[in-house]
Every structure is written in structure tokens, then in C-alpha cells.
């Protein structure tokens, strides 16, 4: 296959084969392991503060040479209502209750003890640090930000799951879009609706392809060279790979986070807000049970900071049943070689085809 288009140009990589960014499973090794493969690695952000973001910036540049993207959470944060704090102490006490009964020792924050960060104290670094590919999801970064990013010539890349959020972020000026299906491991990129859109990704790539000019990139259930030429068919110019890459080498996730992913089977991957207060895709279990079964999911982010420290702890316990193990449709055979390898293996079989 001829792998270069616009997207290789503009991205300056070999293969416009984008590692996704997966926040807790994402490494510098990971992000660098991806460009020595001639693909672009992704360094997920989230919502860390300034200091920790300047770090992992920091440590993926002592590692590669190659431009990556960095890959930021935009979204809306709630303000904190008095309805708000009622509903967190009781999600509180309930979920130190389920700790309890499951013999997890937690200590989870109260709310004024929960510091959201905002991505306007993330763009100061990225811009300081001279990065020049940016990613995000959850929303769409306001007017003032995307000047400051484009007077400083950085790329932009924005996360939609609907045709209507593709044409608000080509209108806002975004210079390629990533086109996220429902198949998609980890949280929705959703940001114009509470009840997101459903929508598959061969629906969702095509209609998205018919509505806008600027390039764009697929991401959700890509496993093989079949998969990449199917999203190229349907008009993407970019494949970006999560789930393929989650046990391998580079991968933060502990031993046992990989075991119980080798032996996922099909119907134990579900859509669920219990861990974050948005959707996202991943592994069914005892911890995503008992809250969808209550009253007690609060708005992102702060269902996702309260329950952060209870993840934390069952983490340090490595008990699979309540920690989040994020993971899309498409759950083939997850190797454990190297980023480098599964990706080059990846574009051979297209190669080949
Ligand atoms: C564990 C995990 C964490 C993720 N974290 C992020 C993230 O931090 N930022 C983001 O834009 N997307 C995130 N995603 C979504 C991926 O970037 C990508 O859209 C998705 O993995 C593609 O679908 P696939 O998993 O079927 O390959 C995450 C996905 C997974 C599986």
C-alpha cells in the first residue's frame, strides 16, 4: 500500500499509524517505541497538572527524537453545588461501604480536597516545550487557545463521535479529526449531548468522510490489515491502534491487569459511567456492577477522582474485580512483544495484502 497522504506529511511520520492515547496504559517507552516504527506515538495527558505533564514531556523527548502528540482532556468541569457535595458524601459512603465489604482498605477525599486541573494550565506547557501535535477529547478547546496553539504552529487534533461534533470542530478551525466509533476501548471522545451518541463506526466514518474536508483518522476496533483497509475504504487517511497495544511491552498496566485481559471473552465488554461519570468502553466486573446498580454515579470528573483512590488501592491488591481494565470490541490476540514490533507486524500485513 502506498502509506503516504496528507497525514503523513503533515504529522511527518514514514505509516500514518497513530498509537491512541491510552492514559494509565501510556508510557514515554510506548509513545517512543511507536516512532521508532516510522508511526506517531501519542503521550496521554488527561487532566494532569502543569509539573506532571512537563515531566512525562520531559522524559518521551529523552527517549525519541521524533515529534509526538500530546493528548489532553478538554472538557467542562461542574461547578460545586450544594446538590453536588450531598451527592458525593453519599457516593462516598457508599463506595467506603463496598470497599469495606470487599476487604479494601480505602481512603477516599472529600470534595474540597479534589483539585480539577484545567487544560488552559496544560497549553502553557505544551507550548513552552515547543510540542507540535496536539490531541484531545471531550470536547473542543475554546477560540482563544486554538489561536495560541496555531500562532505557535501546532497541528490540532480533535475527537468526535458524531457527525454534528466532526463539523463543529472543522468550523472551530481543527486541523484533522479523530473519527471515534463506538467499538472504540476506553472513555468516549462525546462532548455535544449527556446521552452520547451510539454510533458504529462503518455509519460513522463514511457520513463523517461526506461532511468534512479536513483529514481524518480512524479510531476504534483496528486489529489487522483488514481493519486498517476497511477504515481507508470509508474515507480515513489515519488508523489509530488502542487496544492492540495494551499488553505490550511498553504498557504502564500490571501483570495480572494483562492476565485477566488474555482471558476476556466477547460478551464481558460493556459501556459503563460507574468508574468516571462518562461512558467508557472496558471489562465488566464486581466493582462496575455495584455502582451501576445504585444511585451513585456524580458528574465527571469527580465520579472519576472519587473513585480514583479506591481503584488505587484494589490496584495495590492486584484485584482485578475493581480497578477499570479499559478495552474496544476488537480483542484478538494481545501480544506482548514490543509497540515497535506489533506495529511494524501490523503494516507487513498490509503490506502484504
Ligand atoms: C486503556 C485506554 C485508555 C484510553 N485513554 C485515552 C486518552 O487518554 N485519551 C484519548 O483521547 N483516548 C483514549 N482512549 C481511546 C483511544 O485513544 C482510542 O480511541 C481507542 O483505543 C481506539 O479503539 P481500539 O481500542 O478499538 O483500538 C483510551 C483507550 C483505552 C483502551
Known sequence: MNWENELTQKLGVTYPIIQAPMFGVTTPEMVAAASKAGCLGSLALADLNAEQCLELIKKTKQLTDKAFAVNIFVHEIPEVTDELREKYSKTKTFLEELAKQNQIEVNLPEINEIKVNSYHEQLDVIISENCKIVSFTFGNLDNQSIEKLKNNGTILIGTCTSVNE?????????????????????????????????????????????????????????????????????????????????????????????????????????????????????????????????????????????????????????NSEFVNLWIGQSIGKLSEESTTIILKNLIEEVDKN
Request: proline share 3%; glycine share 10%; hydrophobic share 40%.
Open 166 to 318: 466532526a463539523l463543529i470542530l472543522e468550523q472551530s478551525g481543527i486541523d484533522i479529526i479523530c473519527v471515534q466509533g463506538i467499538e472504540a476501548g476506553g472513555h468516549r471522545g462525546s462532548f455535544t449531548n449527556e446521552n452520547i451518541p451510539q454510533i458504529g463506526g462503518l455509519s460513522l466514518l463514511s457520513q463523517v468522510r461526506d461532511s468534512v474536508k479536513v483529514p481524518i483518522i480512524y479510531a476504534g476496533g483496528i486489529y489487522n490489515a483488514r481493519t486498517i483497509l476497511a477504515a481507508k475504504t470509508l474515507g480515513a487517511e489515519g488508523f489509530q491502534i488502542g487496544s492492540l497495544l495494551l499488553n505490550s511491552e511498553e504498557s504502564a498496566l500490571k501483570d495480572f491487569e494483562k492476565e485477566r485481559l488474555k482471558k476476556l471473552k466477547e460478551d464481558e465488554i460493556i459501556l459503563t459511567k460507574s468508574f468516571s461519570g462518562r461512558y467508557a468502553r472496558g471489562i465488566k466486573n464486581t466493582f462496575i456492577e455495584a455502582v451501576e446498580n445504585s444511585d451513585f454515579i456524580l458528574p465527571y470528573p469527580y465520579q472519576n477522582k472519587l473513585t480514583g483512590e479506591f481503584r488505587k488501592a484494589a490496584r495495590i491488591q492486584n
